[in-house]
Every structure is written in C-alpha cells, then in structure tokens.
C-alpha cells in the first residue's frame, strides 16, 4: 500500500489565501469581496500545482539531458 506524505509546512501561497479569505469575510457582499475570494481560489490552485510539482520525481525541466540547448563549441 502505498503512503501519502503529508506536507509538515504550509504553503506560503496558502497562508496568504487564509489572509485573503479572512479579510474577505470582513466585508460586506460585493465587487471587492469577491475579488479577494477570487484571489484566494488562485492562490490554492497555485499551492496545489506547486505541491504537485515537487511530489512528481524527475520532472524538473533542468535535469532532462538532450534538450537542445547544449552548445558544442
């Protein structure tokens, strides 16, 4: 059976969407509080990917060998 590692730190990008929820629930319905929830939906999907990212081995584009980008001079 295969374990799930669970992250000891919180994301940066999720602690400022905590921020962005918790000053949008200060104000009242309108524009500007959706706008914080909307930046905080981001901000979630950006740690998400993130976490995604590191828990992939062998998929940062620096390791890969034979990109192209070598120079033979």
């Given at each position: 059976?295969?374990?799930v590692q669970i992250p000891t730190e919180t994301s940066?990008?999720?602690?400022q969407?905590?921020?962005?929820l918790y000053e949008a629930?200060?104000?009242k319905p309108g524009p500007e509080?959706?706008?914080?929830r909307q930046t905080?939906?981001?901000?979630?999907?950006?740690?998400?990917?993130?976490?995604?990212?590191e828990q992939a081995p062998g998929r940062d584009w620096r390791?890969?060998?034979?990109?192209?980008g070598e120079s033979t001079v």
């Open positions: 059976m295969a374990r940066t990008w999720l602690l969407a905590k921020e962005f629930r200060r104000l509080r959706n706008d914080l905080a939906k981001v901000l979630r999907e950006i740690a998400r990917l993130e976490a995604a990212s390791q890969r060998t034979g990109s192209g």
